[in-house]
């Protein structure tokens, strides 16, 4: 008789799919003052290392070179778009604009997200519905984050005052880190990898803390492993300080 086959081996079981743990990403803002050249540098790194992030800028409007310092290209936050800038600055002087990197920022921009937004008009807890195509959106849709990074002292100041003011409606903690990234195309590269690196640093703290505690009360900004994620933020900053000695930064625990 013809022999039998043996059956064939069975498929190879699916691969695990990551914990919750595994898969844990902080929440990030970025700001700067015009929410166009180091918080969108910093939001487009973040984003493509898949953290959930948003961005700002605490200006009273965008302000973008001019043909002059005196003669700078003004815009209102929230109803610009960055494709409206570009297409305006493009059709008004496209070789200047070019050359000092402005239609290429705007061009990066338009990408992201559809204009520039403002710090003080935002509104911690509102769902960002309308925000669903900005790279990052994915786990920013509630509104909230955990850690708001500015680029320059000023906004941190701005940032933190409007903080104090708004009376901490949501009693939820919020750390506020300013990194000192000087505004031109070059040093917010510079300043965007730095970000980023200390991005990774403070999340790889905040899975260490829920994997101890399992993450209770996390989403609401308490339990105690959120509490130890907190308190070790300083000592995080001062060794990310160590690598990144030029970029001088400040920190406090806020409340949104």
């Not at 953290?51 to 003004?74: D, K």
């Not at 496209?94 to 559809?114: F, Q, S, T």
Request: hydrophobic share 30%.
């Amino acid at each position: 008789m013809p022999s039998i086959p043996p059956p064939p081996p069975p498929p190879p079981p699916p691969p695990e799919s990551p914990t919750e743990t595994e898969s844990f990403k902080l929440k990030f803002c970025t700001v700067c003052a015009s929410n166009n050249n180091r918080s969108m540098e910093s939001h487009l790194r973040l984003s493509k290392a898949n953290y959930p992030v948003i961005s700002f800028g605490t200006g009273s409007q965008v302000r973008l070179p001019g043909p002059s310092i005196s003669q700078p290209n003004v815009y209102d936050f929230n109803t610009t778009s960055y494709d409206t800038m570009y297409r305006e600055l493009e059709t008004q002087d496209p070789r200047l604009y070019r050359a000092n990197g402005i239609l290429n920022m705007l061009n990066r921009n338009r990408e992201i997200k559809w204009g520039p937004e403002r710090w003080q008009d935002w509104r911690p807890g509102f769902p960002r519905l309308e925000h669903e195509k900005d790279q990052g959106s994915a786990g920013a849709e509630g509104g909230v984050v955990d850690v708001v990074i500015t680029c320059e002292e000023r906004c941190w100041d701005a940032v933190v005052d409007d903080l104090q003011n708004r009376g901490s409606p949501l009693a939820r903690p919020v750390h506020v880190i300013n990194v000192d990234i000087r505004d031109n195309h070059e040093e917010a590269f510079v300043g965007g990898g730095a970000i980023l690196d200390l991005a990774d640093s403070l999340n790889k703290a905040a899975k260490e803390e829920r994997e101890e505690d399992g993450g209770i009360g996390w989403d609401q900004g308490k339990g105690k492993g959120r509490e130890c994620f907190d308190e070790r933020v300083p000592s995080i900053l001062a060794e990310w300080q160590g690598r990144w000695p030029h970029l001088p930064a400040l920190w406090t625990l806020g409340w949104l």
